[in-house]
């Protein structure tokens, strides 16, 4: 079991439904991640928070929407997704990394939630 | 254009023996670079990570090196086992943006009894 917790870890959703992700950490880390990774490709990076703030949009289409509402928690909200965003959706976590403080830390990753859009 | 390479071709190899893994980096200048392992349907489990200024790093039966000349990073599993069996992922993080953690495709292991 990993210390980040990933809820669902299966979702199916029509085009039109409206759906959440859900990522939980305890470890004190304040930064927080979201990568999309389809089969037989690397994990790739769509957001990051840094101490409950967005620091990093890698252009994601507006369809998701990442929410952080404290220091333990991170959302995606999904609406109108498409058939191809069909995907593992994987959490992170890390102690922060800004400004030099913490140079080397590494991600801690939940299971994911595979998600299929029909 | 930046790219992270492995070998996206499976790696077979005998129980007892030395895995060896690469990546290969272009257009990075990484801080660091990291080594995870994947299992399939989990997420990526950290392993090693190796600084910039480091030649090599060891924990148990792993070795990393980093030359950073080369533009390459090997990984080592020596006196392999079945349980080793699982891709293995290179990471890097670009000296000029410390949050943000590039994946290779990585190298799909596979130890025979």
């Known amino acids: 079991d990993t210390e980040v917790t990933q809820t669902p870890k299966h979702l199916v959703m029509g085009m039109t439904n409206k759906k959440s992700l859900k990522c939980e950490q305890h470890?004190?880390?304040?930064?927080m991640y979201w990568y999309k990774q389809k089969a037989k490709k690397p994990p790739e990076l769509m957001f990051v928070?840094?101490?409950?703030?967005?620091?990093i949009n890698e252009s994601v289409p507006s369809r998701f929407s990442p929410e952080c509402p404290n220091s333990s928690l991170l959302n995606l909200h999904l609406h109108a997704l498409q058939p191809e965003d069909s995907a593992l959706y994987l959490c992170?976590?890390?102690?922060?990394?800004?400004?030099?403080?913490?140079?080397?830390?590494?991600?801690?990753f939940g299971n994911g939630t595979r998600l299929t859009v029909t | 254009s930046q790219k992270i390479e492995q070998n996206s071709e499976a790696l077979n190899i005998q129980e007892g023996k030395t895995a060896t893994l690469t990546c290969n980096y272009t257009?990075?200048?990484?801080?660091?670079l990291q080594w995870y392992r994947q299992d399939p349907g989990r997420g990526p489990v950290f392993l090693l990570l190796?600084?910039?200024?480091?030649k090599e790093k060891r924990k148990e039966r792993l070795k990393v090196t980093f030359d950073t000349t080369l533009k390459q990073s090997l990984f080592h599993i020596t006196a392999s086992q079945p349980a080793d069996s699982a891709t293995y992922l290179c990471?890097?993080?670009?000296?000029?943006?410390?949050?943000?953690?590039?994946f290779g495709i990585g190298t799909k292991l596979q130890v025979i009894p």
């Open positions: 470890m004190g880390h304040r930064a």
């Open positions: 992170a976590s890390s102690q922060d990394l800004r400004q030099g403080k913490v140079r080397n830390s590494p991600l801690h």
């Open positions: 928070y840094s101490y409950e703030k967005l620091s």
């Open positions: 990471a890097l993080v670009d000296s000029g943006g410390y949050q943000k953690v590039t």
């Open positions: 190796i600084r910039e200024n480091e």
């Open positions: 257009n990075y200048s990484p801080a660091y």
